[in-house]
């Protein structure tokens, strides 16, 4: 079973209320058992909402890094809340791989982008996609299919 970020498949769940529908991706999953999930909305977050971005702690600051909206807002508890619900859902399923929509705060499998709201993307993970790593399910970016 493959667990699939939502927004690839076409469904309408991106922060901007659009989606990533990918054409690979779904190619990719012809005669594959898959599973759609949007951690996003399975931590309660709304369709369409504020874009958010992982922020690094601050210098000497040892706390873990925090997720925020353009707005401002913490939502990291959104964010943690679904990355618990991807992994419980891959688990439920007995997924073995997760397909993931790179530079998501989610999904990102390679890279993030850097908490400026600028664009710029930097080395990292989402929240859901490093959950899930380390719960041994190998992971895809949807940029690699």
Do not use: W
């Amino acid at each position: 079973m493959i667990l699939v970020s939502a927004c690839l498949l076409g469904v309408k769940c991106k922060y901007s209320g659009g989606d990533n529908f990918s054409p690979a991706v779904l190619a990719y999953l012809q005669d594959q058992e898959y599973i759609a999930c949007c951690p996003e909305m399975l931590g309660g977050l709304p369709t369409p909402r504020p874009p958010a971005e992982i922020q690094a702690p601050a210098d000497g600051d040892s706390g873990p890094a925090k997720v925020l909206n353009r707005e401002g807002q913490d939502v990291s508890a959104a964010f943690l809340q679904g990355a618990e619900a991807a992994l419980a859902l891959a688990l439920e399923n007995a997924a073995d791989t997760a397909i993931l929509k790179e530079g998501s705060p989610s999904c990102g499998v390679h890279c993030i982008y850097d908490g400026s709201f600028s664009g710029k993307k930097i080395p990292g993970s989402g929240l859901s996609a490093a959950l899930l790593k380390e719960n041994g399910i190998r992971l895809i970016s949807s940029d690699e299919l």
